[in-house]
């Protein structure tokens, strides 16, 4: 027997809210210490273009990356990096290699009073590399879910993303928004 697919479901969207509550959105961003995870790497990287306009940055602008690798019973389910400016990340755990106790959303609220006021999400599919093929433990080449999930603070400024690749036929992903 086989175990079903992770699943990642969205709340129904609160009256007045600008979208939905996307609770695979927050899986993204990380509760890390809920979760089986192995951070794989923490540091300061140049910003690549994708995480560069994500983050209304200049390309090449010093970054924090959290790279780290979700495993469910059904095996590796999600390879995801978090990034935030460095500036940002002075001053709070994200730069420590161990799993955080918190998602990156609440520990950013309590070590730099920012307060998140919603996120967006971009998903694609494209093939593995031979480095997400590997940790994901999916043959190369194979199809890969991308999620990219920018979340704004109050004032509407990008302050982290969350870049995640995931295999498809151990994840699922759902939503639910307002019709009217």
Do not use: C
């Amino acid at each position: 027997m086989v175990d079903p697919p992770m699943r990642a479901a969205a709340s129904a969207p609160r009256a007045g809210s600008r979208t939905a509550s996307t609770t695979w959105g927050r899986a993204v961003l990380g509760a890390e210490g809920r979760a089986t995870v192995q951070v794989l790497s923490v540091e300061v990287v140049g910003a690549s273009v994708r995480v560069a306009e994500a983050l209304n940055l200049n390309e090449g602008a010093s970054v924090l990356a959290r790279r780290r690798l979700v495993t469910s019973s059904a095996g590796p389910v999600q390879l995801a990096t978090v990034y935030v400016a460095a500036e940002v990340a002075e001053g709070t755990d994200l730069s420590k290699p161990g799993p955080l106790r918190s998602d990156v959303t609440d520990h950013l609220m309590a070590r730099k009073d920012i307060r998140f006021d919603y996120a967006t999400d971009r998903i694609g599919a494209r093939p593995a590399t031979a480095d997400e093929a590997r940790l994901l433990g999916l043959p190369r080449r194979d199809p890969v879910l991308t999620v990219l999930v920018t979340a704004f603070d109050a004032t509407g400024a990008p302050r982290l993303v969350a870049d995640a690749i995931m295999a498809p036929t151990r994840m699922e992903l759902e939503d639910a928004f307002p019709l009217t």
